[in-house]
């Protein structure tokens, strides 16, 4: 009987797509605290809901490690804001997995359900955000095993995540008030995520859900704002423990996995902002036992946002990406959306 099959890593993503009214403006400025309904004062209010919309987590879900694309991920916000962020994205085709795995000609999909949180903090007063997601994965699909398809169909908890990230400069600890007169021109930023194993995993599958391993990934980032533009860039690389409990008993180890990504963003007239993402990654070989594998990543991801706040305290954004160069049998489709709710800080 051929052996079967669960998923290394699951994916997912958001974004967003809607509209406010020039008269939802004008309430949210009177929310906002603003004792008149001018123009700049209308201004400013988009603003504060535009960075709210995409300052966290502008990417939701599964860990994909190097493979994420996330824009906005070094932006401000008024310290003690909270976020709660529920998502589903589906991906479909290879996954990355590592080639010295017997199996080939992968046909997956995945649908990712997604709860994430997140947190502005004040530290020595720099701006700063903890956040944590929690996903939970459907798998089906095909794959090819010794000349042999099989199927396989499994479902649950993918790996944790946790990070926190820090402004560095151009992007200081605010009160709401505070924030809604800050304008940004250069931030750079750094953060640490933390992938921890808690994700389904079994030693009598080739693939799982979880990886039964820790990661890490340490991460720069600079944002320029240019009018209505922002660029972004951003660089870190993955570190990975050992997987001493790999199918057949074996220990499994892979190399670091350096990654850059690039984001253009325009912010329109009407408050909602898109961007076009791409990411690059490379490394990432891996040694079973103690023998190298081929297995090196060279490969190329492009992928979109469009971002909508509905309200002050609520927005939705939309997701998509597509692997359009890889080395290896591990590029993928996503499709995603998200909805992000804020409280505290003074909204």
């Not at 990654?281 to 040694?287: M, P, V, Y």
Request: charged fraction near 15%.
């Amino acid at each position: 009987m051929p052996p079967t099959f669960d998923h290394d890593q699951a994916r997912t993503g958001v974004a967003s797509l809607h509209s406010i009214s020039a008269g939802g403006w004008a309430n949210c400025a009177k929310r906002l605290g603003r004792n008149a309904l001018g123009a700049s004062n209308i201004l400013s209010a988009k603003r504060t809901l535009v960075a709210l919309t995409g300052c966290v987590l502008a990417r939701v879900g599964p860990p994909a490690i190097a493979q994420d694309i996330e824009p906005r991920a070094y932006s401000n916000a008024p310290v003690g804001v909270n976020f709660l962020i529920a998502g589903y994205a589906y991906t479909r085709g290879g996954i990355a997995f590592g080639p010295s795995l017997p199996i080939t000609n992968p046909h997956l999909g995945t649908s990712n359900a997604v709860v994430a949180y997140a947190r502005v903090l004040d530290l020595w007063g720099m701006s700063a955000k903890f956040d944590a997601t929690v996903p939970y994965t459907w798998l089906s699909g095909t794959a090819d095993h010794d000349g042999e398809t099989i199927s396989r169909k499994v479902a649950g908890l993918s790996n944790a995540a946790f990070r926190l990230s820090v402004n560095l400069y151009g992007a200081p600890a605010l009160t709401l008030n505070e924030f809604q007169r800050w304008e940004q021109d250069v931030i750079i930023g750094a953060s640490l995520r933390v992938i921890v194993p808690w994700g389904q995993y079994d030693s009598t599958k080739l693939v799982n859900i979880g990886t039964n391993r820790w990661s890490f990934k340490p991460e720069v980032g600079i944002s320029k704002a240019l009018g209505p533009w922002t660029l972004e860039a951003t660089a870190g690389a993955v570190f990975f423990t050992d997987n001493n409990d790999f199918f057949g008993g074996n220990t499994r180890s892979q190399r670091p996995l350096y990654s850059v990504q690039g984001h253009v963003i325009y912010g329109f007239p009407s408050g909602n902002w898109a961007s076009v993402d791409a990411t690059y990654f490379a490394g990432g070989r891996t040694t079973l036992n103690g023998a190298l594998s081929s297995d090196l990543q060279q490969n190329w991801r492009l992928g979109a946002t469009y971002a909508m706040p509905l309200d002050r305290l609520n927005s939705i954004k939309l997701y998509a990406s597509r692997g359009v160069s890889a080395r290896t049998d591990n590029s993928y489709d996503l499709l995603g959306i998200a909805w992000q709710h804020r409280w505290g800080g003074g909204l």
